[in-house]
């Protein structure tokens, strides 16, 4: 939040995040299976994000590096791996 990029950001996220989070959230609490689920799917993001605990952010274009390297690193571990996975299965059976 030092930066307009982070207040920015912050502020997108935080309009997307909780459009959609009470929900989930309910149905972790009702839900022992789902909510274990949950906690596995995003180990890996908040893996990623504890990165930027470590590094010095001094600029704008610093913050909008880091901040593009973990979209383009997440994006690849939720969305390129699973793909790459599925076509190889793909090829394999057919």
């Known amino acids: 939040l030092n930066t307009e990029s982070g207040t920015a ?8 995040y909780y459009s ?4 989930i959230s309910d149905y972790e609490r ?7 689920a949950v906690k596995l799917a995003i180990t890996p993001l908040i893996s ?3 990165v930027l605990n470590y590094v010095d ?9 880091y901040g593009i390297s973990l979209i383009l690193l997440n994006l690849g ?3 390129g ?3 790459v996975v599925i076509v ?3 090829k394999t059976i057919f």
Do not use: C, H, Q, W
Not at 57 to 65: C, K, P, Q, R
């Open 20 to 23: 959609f989070s009470p929900v």
């Open 88 to 90: 190889g299965i793909r």
């Open 57 to 65: 952010m001094d600029s704008e274009s610093e913050v909008l590096g």
């Open 77 to 79: 571990m939720y969305l």
């Open 81 to 83: 791996v699973p793909a």
């Open 9 to 16: 950001f912050m502020s997108t996220f935080n309009d997307v």
């Open 30 to 36: 009702e839900n022992p299976y789902f909510k274990e």
């Open 48 to 50: 990623s994000l504890s």
